[in-house]
């Protein structure tokens, strides 16, 4: 079909290198869940307690699902609380990497400030040294225990409009109201599934069958959206 990206293309675009292992025998692709998935709370005696200067996220650029995490920071005014650095926005055969200094513009990427680490799967075996998951981006981490609280975007993002609102230059801003969670879950329900992941189902189908059912499903998602 002349709808279909190439898998090259979805691979720079997205950071999936490894899609074979995410296709099911119909040829069609399913996301695994994310490993990390600590929370930082507001409360005394929290295992990640909510303070200013201490977490760091791990985006790239190419990285829709690093998109959100960085439009929320910015909109609860997080920036002075919560550090960020962008690995490059080409993924090679050894996952994300941080800038090289000898042939990365400074717009390309970032080093990493925290560990210097050259690639981003050292964080990710930092946390946890028997790791066999992917290693993705967003990526919340604790410079004080030195590991990941958590790989997952959509609680990310929770945890940014929630729990850091003593540091947060706009705290009054609630991006997710007790009155309309059941509403914003309902909607983020059929858009995660028909678009933000449809695109990824679509793009990565290894069968006619697979891609078509998804495609098909992500244009009815766009027309009710």
Request: hydrophobic share 35%; aromatic share 12%.
């Amino acid at each position: 079909s002349s709808l279909k990206l190439s898998r090259a293309t979805m691979t720079s675009l997205t950071g999936v290198n490894n899609v074979g292992d995410m296709v099911d025998k119909r040829g069609a692709f399913k996301r695994p869940q994310s490993a990390f998935r600590n929370w930082i709370r507001n409360e005394e005696g929290a295992e990640f307690p909510a303070e200013t200067g201490r977490y760091h996220i791990y985006i790239s650029h190419a990285c829709p699902w690093a998109h959100r995490t960085m439009i929320v920071r910015a909109m609860k005014g997080l920036e002075d609380a919560i550090s960020v650095s962008a690995v490059h926005y080409i993924l090679d055969g050894q996952g994300w990497r941080f800038k090289d200094k000898q042939k990365d513009q400074d717009w390309e990427a970032d080093e990493d400030p925290i560990n210097n680490f050259s690639l981003l799967k050292e964080v990710y075996f930092q946390a946890n040294d028997c790791y066999e998951g992917r290693f993705t981006v967003p990526v919340l981490y604790d410079k004080v225990k030195r590991t990941i609280v958590n790989n997952e975007s959509s609680e990310i993002i929770q945890m940014l409009n929630s729990e850091f609102n003593a540091f947060a230059k706009n705290p009054s801003l609630d991006l997710y109201p007790t009155d309309q969670k059941a509403k914003v879950d309902e909607i983020n329900e059929w858009v995660y599934d028909g678009i933000n992941n449809g695109v990824y189902k679509s793009g990565f189908a290894r069968s006619q069958e697979a891609y078509e059912e998804a495609v098909f499903q992500l244009y009815d998602a766009l027309d009710r959206a």
